[in-house]
């Protein structure tokens, strides 16, 4: 008997999170271990761990849906949106989600959803599984020259040489110290394919490599913008600013953190 999947319900709204509550309940091999009503929420019960799969409202007081998808630790839970608006599916899949169920959730959409949820785990066990074995090579999460096709050929590109990669519309951008390049990985694709010791996730259309950043401006948001030392500047969200922080041994004075 399999075990049952761990289900974490993220709406601001309570009689969402009921419904959801309801239809969850009547599924086999299904529980609920946790609700949340706001982007933060999400996170800190992600954090602890225990989640298999979330299923995500887009609209919430602070952190929307998408801030806490693309903030979202390595090795998260699968990603269900669940929302009302059609017009975010591409930013959705853009950063990973495994499924776009649209509101009011019939219990046939909800059950393929986390079907495919399940799915996603069971694909990605077996390497974990691998890497877990005594004598196994580390990981190659990160590759030693990164691909980027062009229309001269494909450029291989020194990741060191990366300053960060930004999502415009639905295309990415990958800014490096000889050039920019259009590429057609997404940045969680990127993000897999980049020593992840270098580079991060600090905002929902960004992927930053600090070793490049100038400067850390302040932002009223509470945020920064990261200026590189190409110049350029790279939005970092309030809560992505927080983890550097922590990261760099910072100590912020504010009224947000007292």
Do not use: W
Request: hydrophobic share 45%; glycine share 6%; aromatic share 2%.
């Amino acid at each position: 008997m399999s075990a049952p999947l761990r289900v974490l319900i993220a709406d601001d709204e309570l009689i969402a999170r009921k419904r959801l509550a309801r239809l969850l309940a009547a599924l086999p091999d299904v529980e609920v271990c946790g609700e949340a009503a706001d982007g933060d929420g999400v996170l800190a019960r992600v954090r602890e761990g225990g989640v298999d799969v979330v299923l995500l409202d887009i609209h919430m007081p602070g952190l929307t849906g998408l801030d806490a998808l693309a903030l979202m630790p390595e090795g998260r839970p699968r990603v269900v949106l669940c929302t009302a608006h059609a017009e975010h599916a591409v930013d959705a899949f853009e950063h990973g989600a495994v499924d776009y169920v649209l509101k009011p959730v019939e219990p046939a959409r909800l059950q393929k959803a986390l079907e495919r949820a399940r799915a996603r785990l069971a694909e990605a066990e077996p390497r974990a599984q691998d890497a877990e074995k005594p004598g196994a090579p580390a990981a190659s999460r990160a590759l030693a020259r990164l691909p980027i096709p062009t229309r001269q050929g494909i450029v291989l590109v020194d990741p060191e040489t990366i300053s960060h990669a930004a999502l415009d519309d639905e295309l990415v951008t990958v800014f490096t110290a000889q050039g920019d390049y259009l590429t057609d990985f997404t940045l969680n694709e990127l993000a897999d394919k980049l020593p992840a010791e270098r580079f991060h996730r600090v905002h929902r259309r960004a992927l930053l490599n600090l070793a490049h950043v100038a400067r850390l401006e302040p932002l009223e948001t509470g945020g920064y913008l990261a200026r590189t030392h190409r110049g350029h500047a790279v939005e970092v969200s309030r809560q992505s600013a927080r983890e550097l922080r922590r990261m760099l041994g910072l100590r912020r004075v504010s009224e947000e953190e007292g």
